[in-house]
């Protein structure tokens, strides 16, 4: 239990720069289909 409070805050970091980084692809993908269609 105790390692897992540890660890904790090391998976929220990550969980949130993986969250950042999807939208920012997603972001991407929306853009590159406009730039496709227009």
Known sequence: ???Y???F???YIYVK???KLNK???SCNI???Q???C
């Open 1 to 3: 239990m105790f390692i």
């Open 31 to 33: 853009n590159m289909l």
């Open 9 to 11: 805050p090391f998976q």
């Open 5 to 7: 409070l540890f660890l």
């Open 24 to 26: 920012f692809l997603h």
């Open 17 to 19: 720069k993986l969250l």
């Open 35 to 37: 730039l496709v269609l």
